[in-house]
């Protein structure tokens, strides 16, 4: 088995970069899932050794939900679409940009689709109790357990092709997929550019 070193990083915590997000008026669900590994990965990819490999979760590459997507409003300051509206389609599409433009520089750096997963991080769409039951019943009988995804992503984290290909994307099976069509390099370049632009409102102490 390959030897596997982490190299300890100290920026700002994910918890502290959400709580100033969200006063900063940033939008509760692109600051939890999107704009706080934006920032992370900015501020750690200087001191990153160059055998370093940096993995993105998210849902890139699900089919369609590009097209769920605002980049006109990326922080829900026109309108609001709270669930699977473009708010959160809003978050993916960073996610996935994220992958593609660290990559596009040079880092070592892969996205994973998990799909659905049955734990409790549904409770609060689905509110949990006998329907929260049903519904992750479901989940478990057409998808991997937490244990079994384990084991198909970690022979993933030592791939010497994530090295040759950098910004490869991965399903829960550990089976490469296709990013979404519309995130050219241009594209890409404007959602980190819109990441920006809302970074720049926000007091982050140095």
């Known amino acids: 088995m390959a030897a596997c070193s982490v190299t ?4 700002p915590s994910s918890l502290r970069f959400i709580v100033i997000f969200v006063r900063s008026s940033v939008e509760l669900d692109m600051a939890v899932s999107a704009m706080s590994r934006h920032v992370m990965i900015a501020e750690a990819a200087p001191r990153l050794p160059k055998t370093a490999r940096v993995f993105v979760w998210g ?7 590009y097209d769920g997507t605002k980049l006109d409003d990326f922080n829900s300051e026109k ?9 959160h389609m809003n978050t993916i599409a960073l996610n996935e ?38 519904i992750e019943g479901l989940v ?34 550990g089976s490469p997929i296709e990013g979404s069509p519309a995130l050219d390099s241009a594209t890409v370049e404007q959602w980190i550019d819109a990441a920006d632009s809302l970074l720049a409102r926000v007091p982050i102490a140095q």
């Open 140 to 173: 478990k009988l057409f998808n991997p357990s937490v244990d079994a995804y384990a084991k198909a992503m970690l022979p993933l984290f030592v791939a010497p092709e994530l090295v040759q290909t950098k910004g490869l994307l991965f399903h829960q099976d």
């Open 8 to 11: 300890k990083l100290t920026p």
């Open 59 to 65: 849902f890139p590459g699900s089919k369609g939900y």
């Open 97 to 134: 940009a994220l992958v593609h433009h660290w990559a596009a520089n040079g880092m070592t750096i892969a996205g994973f689709n998990p799909g659905l997963i049955s734990t409790g991080i549904r409770d609060p769409l689905h509110g949990g109790g006998c329907m929260g039951s049903i």
């Open 79 to 87: 309108s609001f679409k709270d669930g699977f509206g473009f708010t």
